[in-house]
């Protein structure tokens, strides 16, 4: 403790109180040796005057003493020795003469200070030897002494207490200013720049350097500080906003429906509606125009559904991605999503100008509210997502709000996504075979290989479940491959067996005709086979609408090889007898789906569709098949619209490989009606 408090003492914090210290210090030890160099000057000065004082006393009485030692008359010599030796400066004396007898007289010790010889007409008598009085020079500058002492101390106080004060008045207190200046808070804290002044005239010294220095970093530092806080806030704006629509953007949307969450969880009279909106039509646009225009279409969506949105409570709206936005607002029923809905809906109405050119788009919404939706944005968004989907696929431009069995059609999806691979691998995969039918004699002139599939925890899955998922994975090449092979070399065998010319008809995905191995598979597998003039590839309305250069090239390189291309399920998508014409050369067969079958018998008008696709495939030397004839009248009134073939449950529902043979054979056995046209 007392160590530290010598060192508070020692080393003062102050700049003026170090200061003054070291120049006191410093004063004290010049003074100190100034006054030791004085002190010893003016003793050596002293001394010398008492060896010369002690010299004259002495040769005062040489001449007596050298008669005195001559006549050899002691008494004499003892009191002019006593005599001398009583002079002030003389401390002690020793007498030796040249009978080796000593006087000695005061306090002498050796060495003498100095000998005297004793000589009568240069005849040596003795020695004289001398020791001076060192306190007789002491007593006479100890006066001077303390006149110096007092006098350096009274100088030191002096000049330390000046010089503290000129060092306080050129240094300290304006240190002291720029220190409190430097940090206070009010001028750190400063949207503005304010420059520290000093008391005093203008002087270009040390002092006016420093603070012209730390000025500038002020100000740098203040420039800095709002150039970071500029670049940060249009860095927080960039992570939360979209570059092209100026909405803000998916990371942005979580934080605000998180807080709008927390908001509306409160209050008991109002929803929190959540729309997930994809635009219809965006990516033909994208595909056909290129990019730009896309970028415009996105603006322009934006801007329409804010311009909706932002009527109603709490409204917002953010870009999710691509031509997927979400919007947000206050509702307290369903009834006002749905008029939000439709609002937005009808906004899209509107075509969207491009040039000379009008653009039409659409969109669909999936809806959620919240809380009874969920409890968690990611929760809610994957439901809107959802419900946007089936939107979608309940013919698009429209909306749904979300159900519970969405998300159980959705998991059910995942879990055949997951399994496919695995059941492809696994030959879980079997193809059933169900006969082609030629009207006219009854004959069977082939099979069409129909995909099943039996999970042992799924059970029965319906081909209509999993091959859209297969195609959406990319699986389905795979697939399609791996039926047209099996199918092909099993169908081989039957047309050998009983040398009849079956066809194998084989459903294929459009999606074939962009994956990258197809010409691959084409030259290295199926060109090494013999003719395949005998399997039919039915493909949807929708590969012929695209009216796709790859897709028509793909179909190109099939047709080289004698496989022929039918029409599965025609006129229930977006086609027109007007395509049969114009892709004619492509197809040899189209199949009428089961949907006008199924009514052929009461509706006037199935008959009348029946006929004139009949009638055009005629002209057209392309033959026509109807699917899904269940009963006699049925394949009667097909006959007579002059339908060439059939297939259905009337003849055989899909059976397996193994039951075909006995199929066949009991065919070829049964005796048949045949009905002209």
Known sequence: MIRKKLKRVLRPQKLGHRLALYFISISLVFTFVVSSVIIQFERQKHLNLANDESRETIAAVQDQLVRSLWNVDRESTKLLLEGIQRTPSIQGLLLEDENASNLEFGAYNDPADFTVPLLNDDQELGYLLVKINDTFADDLFMEQIKLVGISAGLFIG???????????????????????????????????????????????DELADLVDALNDAQKQSLE???????????????ANNDALTRLPNRRHIEKHLNKEMQR????????????????????????????????????????????????????????????E????????????????????????????????????????????????DGSNTEELIRKADTAMYQAKNAGRNTYAFFEVAMMQDVMLKNTIKNKLQDALQNEELKIHYQPLIDLRDMSIIGFEALLRWEDKDLGQVRPDLFIPVAEQTGLIFAIDQWVLETGAKQVREWREKFNIPFKLSINFSPTNFHHRQLHSWIENVLKHQDRLDWIELEVTERLVLDYDQTVLAGIDELLKLG????????????SSLGYIKKFSHILSKIKIDRLFVKEIINSSSDRALVKSIVTLADSLDIEVLAEGVES?????????????????????????????PSFIQTWLKTPRIVRSK
């Open 325 to 372: 936005f979400i919007a947000c607002c206050t509702c307290q029923t369903k009834a006002q999503a749905e008029e939000i809905s439709e609002q937005l809906i009808s906004s899209f109405r509107e075509n969207f100008n491009h040039r000379e050119a009008q653009l039409q788009l659409g969109c669909s919404l999936g809806i959620v509210m919240f809380p009874e």
């Open 632 to 660: 006699r009248r049925q394949e009667e009134v097909l006959v007579s619209l002059g339908c060439d073939f059939a297939q259905g449950y009337l003849y055989e529902k899909p059976i397996r490989k193994e039951d075909v």
């Open 563 to 574: 496989i022929s291309f039918s029409i599965d399920d025609f006129g229930t998508g977006y």
């Open 224 to 238: 800095f500080t709002q150039a970071r806080e500029s670049y940060e806030n249009q860095l927080e704006y960039q």
């Open 264 to 323: 509306t969880h409160h209050l008991q009279n109002e929803k929190l509606a959540i729309f997930f909106i994809d635009l219809d039509g965006f990516k033909e646009v994208n595909d056909s125009l290129g990019h730009s225009v896309g970028d415009r279409v996105l603006k322009d969506s934006a801007k329409r559904i804010k311009d909706i949105i932002s009527h109603y409570t709490n409204g917002y709206v953010a870009r999710f991605g691509g031509d």
């Open 158 to 204: 002096l000049f330390g207490w000046f010089l503290q004060i000129i060092v306080r008045k050129l240094v300290t207190q304006h240190l002291s200013h720029i220190s409190k200046a430097t940090f206070e808070p009010s001028r750190i804290n400063s949207r503005s720049y304010k420059p520290i002044r000093l008391d005093r005239k203008p002087v270009r």
